[in-house]
T-cell receptor
């Protein structure tokens, strides 16, 4: 099993450009998440999904959109990138939303917006 | 007040030392508690769950104090390979996990 994979691993964007980050999991998990991690800020939840076709806002959703068309994939879109979106983005998945269920993380995407 | 607060660190300790991290949480409805480990430039991974009665996994001991709303992680006989950032994680019922900012540990030879 590959677990959680993320594409791409690195990306540099110019301000105003758009891009989509792809997350895929092969563990048949219902729940998927997108986080961003910045120095001194810790992991902050952007959006999450409790199942195919559903999405919900997290702590910092502005400037991002998501889609969960297939159970195994969770896409994060930046419509018009800004320098403030320079960050490391982690995708994660879990069997359940809470309780004693581990979240599995992907390796991260390092995004720089110039 | 942040939902989950941790010792800021960094903690620099010699090999073989015992080190303890504390974490406080503000939501009294919190039900599940975890410690995750994150190596430099890597993704977080679950280290251990924290049970009400406290639990141990080898050199690692986790404890929960619901009355004071804090959890702790004790690492005995520190190894160089324990150098990482330790994330305190809390969830209340059917809500997403809330991560602390992490405490960085450096174990020095």
């Amino acid at each position: 099993n590959a677990g959680v994979t993320q594409t791409p691993k690195f990306r540099v964007l110019k301000t105003g450009q758009s891009m989509t980050l792809l997350c895929a999991q092969d563990m048949n998990h219902e729940y998927m998440y997108w986080y961003r991690q910045d120095p001194g800020m810790g992991l902050r939840l952007i959006h999450y999904s409790v199942g195919e076709g559903t999405t919900a806002k997290g702590e910092v959703p502005d400037g991002y959109n998501v889609s969960r068309l297939k159970k195994q994939n969770f896409l994060l879109g930046l419509e018009s990138a800004a320098p403030s979106q320079t960050s490391v983005y982690f995708c994660a998945s879990s069997y359940r939303l809470a309780g004693l269920y581990e979240q599995y993380f992907g390796p991260g995407t390092r995004l720089t917006v110039t | 007040r942040k939902e989950v607060e941790q010792d800021p660190g960094p903690f620099n300790v010699p090999e073989g030392a015992t080190v303890a991290f504390n974490c406080t949480y503000s939501n009294s409805a919190s039900q599940s508690f975890f410690w995750y480990r994150q190596d430099c430039r890597k993704e977080p991974k679950l280290l251990m769950s924290v049970y009400s009665s406290g639990n141990e996994d080898g050199r690692f001991t986790a404890q929960l104090n619901r009355a004071s709303q804090y959890i702790s992680l004790l690492i005995r006989d520190s190894k160089l390979s324990d150098s990482a950032t330790y994330l305190c994680v809390v969830t209340a019922g059917n809500t997403p996990l809330v991560f602390g900012k992490g405490t960085r540990l450096s174990v020095i030879a």
